[in-house]
């Protein structure tokens, strides 16, 4: 087999351990920490990360080179720091920070992992929904009331 059926159960599984590969077979022509980033910070198709301007502009550069070495387009990139923002392409930012004029609008909340992040207060949030149509179940010693 040479392709993998995209939306298969496994495909999540396949898709991390071809980019933790292409990290490994090619680790020798970048910094180090970009291959270990993309070991370490990689979940999937997200990669979250947190460092200082000039190492954020070099991680991106350098995990945009490395993962296209192995056939992977990395794209939808979002930085509460403009300068970061600004080292990327257009084409490559998320859909919603390619239009916005960073000098006067405030950033969007992005999800990643089932988590919201407030790009302006860098903060990290849930979305919780109660729902009141449901019995809740009440524990009371060893058995369980409703």
Not at 34 to 39: R, S
Not at 56 to 79: D, E, P, Q, Y
């Amino acid at each position: 087999m040479v392709v993998h059926l995209f939306g298969a159960f496994s495909s999540p599984s396949y898709s991390n351990s071809a980019l933790r590969k292409t990290a490994e077979d090619h680790k020798h022509m970048f910094d180090p920490t970009i291959a270990d980033t993309v070991i370490r910070n990689f979940y999937i198709d997200d990669c979250l990360n947190s460092a200082d301007t000039v190492t954020a502009i070099m991680l991106a550069k350098g995990l945009i080179h490395i993962c296209r070495n192995g056939g992977f387009h990395l794209t939808k990139w979002v930085s509460n720091n403009h300068a970061v923002l600004d080292s990327i392409q257009l084409e490559q930012r998320a859909k919603e920070i390619k239009c916005l004029n960073l000098d006067y609008y405030k950033h969007p909340i992005e999800r990643a992992l089932g988590v919201y992040w407030s790009i302006e207060c860098d903060t990290l949030g849930f979305k919780i929904v109660i729902q009141t149509d449901r019995q809740t179940t009440h524990k009371k010693g060893n058995s369980f009331y409703r």
